[in-house]
């Protein structure tokens, strides 16, 4: 990793000596895969440290910069420097945004002194890591020359690269250093064709839907406009393609034209011409799990999009609107004319993909949207068939105002109206009339016929969201016991969501707009929650709406506003826990028959369950369940004292004997949050008598926190600890024993099994781990564990 701290005096250092190699080193073949497996972990997206991205070679050219992107106190918004989009060259970037090569080298011959390599070199002299180490939070320096360098590395001299981690093998350095002495090349010109170009499997699909998407018929124009707006994050999978993924871009130039992207802020900006194209370009750069959003495309979705949109009658006589920044920035402005249903089954029909570019895009640090919602939640849709928005288009035609969102001022949100109110005072006059329109249709109510429970078996009618800290994950089901909240999303409010956080959003926005777009958000999710309360008895929604939202100052509820509908609800409720029997009754008479959801077998606990007790002997599935079962009970001394930033998510290998497959899970840590209104001081709002863990037979998130090596033997004696842990050194000591460090000589050997076995199990899903969260400390004595 490649970051530096601020340093001291200066110290000439000598470059660093590299013999010459005897044939040439391949960057495709032999340089990138050492970059994807020890450097793009932690060099990828915006949270790069100094923006250096290792995925692509282009990122490796472009070099480095002192330029921040998260930057909270940012006045004016910062020009955009997305990798591939804003600048076409090394040289366009080093001139027009001011990135410094780390790959340049001026020393004499048989010497190299590039910074890539003086890093690398640093961490070969002094190998241990020693302190804490987090790149996200240290102050960085990102030298651009040899004299930071070496003002870094007399300061720090346990701090080369990688950062906080065991340096690379001798193989691996030797092949980075004779790539950079013959001069650092990038894919030959054949290699960047095979790279870039489709398969043939993929390119005829490409070309059906290219021209779908092109059609100049009115219709065409604004759905396939439509569908851009919200596939512009989307990793695109055509069928029947072997791990070939593509992005849709707007381009200046048709196929077969090599593409000239449309460098816009967002999807619905201006592209500035009077014709462009759809194209979709392939993605040549490694695949990082955080940013990997698979959207299937195929002859039946393409099937399926002309019948929702195309084949049916429109409102309104189809036209082209502009591109008016305002109007642009309100889908039921810009939208009004595509037929309201069609854009909700669209969002329902991938309702998966959606709910996760609310989550993983388009920041990689989620420090927007996530201090917002809770550590654990559920969340299901309105049937469009009691969505009154759809039946009553003047319920979105009469209240285009009220839906307007904070984006729709760009990315220099006036510092004057930091704090204003008024895009959350419009959204609750829409909340009033949705809810009086509500109350005023359904007289009695609305039952268990109004959640949406899907129409194919792949549908994911209710998805379960996992906060980790400031990353989430998001997965089809009922993952976990039974959430402190939970959300029902119609379709204003599913659209609400995207354009505020996905399409509207923008990262390098000064800190107005990005405070009003998280203050925004609270307020949606108390929509979210609300529409869920309406199913709950009249009497019961004020007291759970209040203990979700715990120790509110009367301004601040004024300002989330709820208020109980005057709308009954059509449940006849037989227990005093209607939140649970209505969630159970949903999934087991409604869900699980139409797509499988049901409860988790791990961790979902029926009402008054009893846990119990440790298994005597780990042989089977089962045995490691009833283990899970004994140890993730709320407040226990392990899940309290988890309680850190970089304590959320673990994964977790068991080695088996010969001839039997280890078995790897994750564990969740939930943090209860008395509320999440506020954006400072989110600690003192923690309850981690409340907190719970939730384990499972799989990978959640993309940032591990800790990586945990257990022999078969060892797992008695590991669950033992978790049971019974006590905060001292020694039960620390004990816990470490199992746990990898990051010092540890042996970590990127454990990394990299947990990264195949990852790959193994979801070959179209997965992607590579960030550790930039890992746990921070790198100790300074070595715990002792058995040798393998």
Known sequence: MFLVLTGCAPKPLPPV?????????????????????????????YNAPCQLKFSAYEGVARGATKAEVYNAERLEAADPTRLLIDANSAEAWHKQHGFFSVTDNHAAEGFNDAMLITLLDAKRKTPRSVGAYSPEQDELTCPKDRDEIAEYLDEHPERGMPYG???????????????????????????????????PAAAAQISEWEQFLNDPDPKHVMTARYLYEHLFLAHIDFKGTQKEFFELVRSRTSSPHAIDIIPTIRPYDDPGTAKFYYRFRKIHAAIVHKTHMVFPLSPDELARIKSRFIDVAWPEAPHITDYDPKRSANPFVSFVQIPAMARYHFLLDHSEYIIRTFIRGPVCKGQVALNVINDHFWVMFLDPKYDLSLKYPNLLAFNTNNLALPTETGSNFPAYRLLSDEYIKRAIDFYKRREGLYAMIYTDGLGYDAIWRGEEANDAPLLTVYRHFDSASVHKGALGDLPKTLWVIDYPLFERIYYALVAGFDVFGNVGHQTNVRRYMDRLRVEGESYFLDFMPKSERKKLFGAWNKNLSRLVEDKLYYKPSSMTTAVHYASGDPKREF???????????????????????????KRPELPVRYESEADYIQAFRAVSVPGTAFIRTANGKQSNLAYVRVRMPEGREDVVFSIVINRWHDNVAFMFDEASRLNPAKDDADFIFDFVGSYPNILIDLKLEDAPAFFELIQHYKDTPEYRRRFFTFAVNRGDPRFWEAYDWFQQRFEQMHPFEAGLFDLNRYYRVAFQKEYDRESE
């Open 17 to 45: 000596p590299v013999v010459n190699a005897a044939a040439n080193v391949d960057y495709v073949a032999d340089v990138q895969p050492i970059l994807n497996k020890r450097c793009v972990v932690c060099h990828s997206c």
């Open 165 to 199: 981690f065991p340096e690379l093998t001798e193989s691996e350095f030797t092949t980075i250093a004779q790539w950079l002495q013959q001069g650092a090349k990038g894919p030959t010109p054949a290699q960047q064709a095979v790279l870039t170009s489709p398969s």
């Open 583 to 609: 969630t159970e009754s949903v999934i087991r008479n409604h869900l699980l028959n139409n797509t499988g959801i049901g409860f988790d077998p791990i961790n979902y606990f029926q009402a008054d369950e």
